[in-house]
């Protein structure tokens, strides 16, 4: 009878509570521009995410290592993420260390061209994007904020820095090492780019402290560039899930930016899958925190 009790309520709480079916996950190619797409099974809600991997990466080991699949499946959010070559970069960055960052020129104006595409074809309601990078994606994920700004509406960045911290690969180098990083000047030149007096997005921003190779001052670097380039007025920092958490609210006293330093972690994506190249799985789940708190959930 107890066996039986047990099967029945197991049953209910199937009924009850139904799993989704998973999503689609494709490739695609347009204008030269591979990529790979998910789609979740619901009727898409809310803006597309452009997902930025990292040196070395693939969108699909990006995918695997960040979770965001699984994510956007809980959020019925369509997520793109874009495929950078050998032939662009031998070591598969972005080149977000180039001259010109204009929203029809280079590697911005082709992700924000696929983007468009994409919105497009999929009939998504929402013009908006929310960007996503790891490392070099992290770098390019602000210089699409600093591009775009009426259209990127939200970044999540994990190891990357202030807008033109570095130019060209010299530059790069010295910025990713903590060097050269100006926060008053990168703030200017983004609202320069931007074409406008205030960028009115939000941004999570993470880092690992033990990061060797894109330093931690440089969450500091661009914590501040965009706390000036929003007009925060206000920061508030406390330990949250075994990290340093700060938040930045603004003249109505509404939350626009927030930072986490990992302790412990390296050049990784804190929370992601072991399976993924530069996980960190035992940091606070990032792609999580991120789009909970660019969905103003």
């Known amino acids: 009878m107890a066996l039986r009790a047990v099967l029945i309520m197991l049953l209910a709480l199937a009924v ?16 030269g521009r591979g990529y790979a797409l998910f789609t979740p099974a619901t009727p898409a809600a809310g803006p597309l995410v452009v997902a930025l991997h990292g040196c070395w990466q693939t969108p699909e080991d ?27 970069n031998a070591y598969r960055c972005w080149n977000w260390f180039a001259a010109d960052v204009a929203p029809t020129a280079g590697e ?37 904020a600093c591009a775009a700004p009426r259209v990127v509406t939200g970044i999540g960045v ?6 033109r911290c570095g130019v060209g690969a010299t530059g790069a180098m010295q910025c990713m090492r903590g060097l050269g990083a100006d926060p008053g000047v990168a703030a200017s030149a983004c ?58 609210r603004d003249a109505r006293n509404k939350i626009m930016l927030e930072t986490w330093l990992v302790p412990g972690m390296g050049h990784a994506w804190s929370g992601g899958d072991v399976r993924g190249t530069h996980t960190y799985p035992a940091g606070p789940p990032a792609t999580e925190r991120m789009l909970d708190f660019l969905l103003g959930r």
């Open 16 to 31: 009850a509570s139904p799993v989704s079916a998973a999503g689609t996950f494709t490739s695609g190619r347009h204008e």
């Open 62 to 88: 990006f995918a695997l290592g960040t979770r965001l699949n699984e994510a956007a499946e809980r959020r019925a959010l369509v997520v793109v993420y874009p495929a950078q070559t050998r032939r662009d």
């Open 108 to 144: 911005v104006g082709e992700i924000l061209a696929l983007a468009r595409f994409l919105q497009g074809e999929r009939a998504l309601r929402d013009p908006h994007l929310l960007v996503l990078g790891f490392s070099a994606g992290g770098f390019m994920a602000v210089n699409l």
């Open 158 to 163: 994990m190891a990357g820095g202030a807008y």
């Open 191 to 248: 609202l320069r780019t931007a074409g406008v007096k205030a960028l009115t997005l939000r941004a999570s921003l993470w880092q690992g402290d033990a990061d060797a190779v894109v330093n931690p001052t440089n969450l500091s670097a661009l914590e501040t560039m965009l706390a000036r380039a929003l007009g925060t007025v206000g920061a508030t920092t406390e330990p949250a899930e075994g990290a340093v958490h700060t938040v930045h």
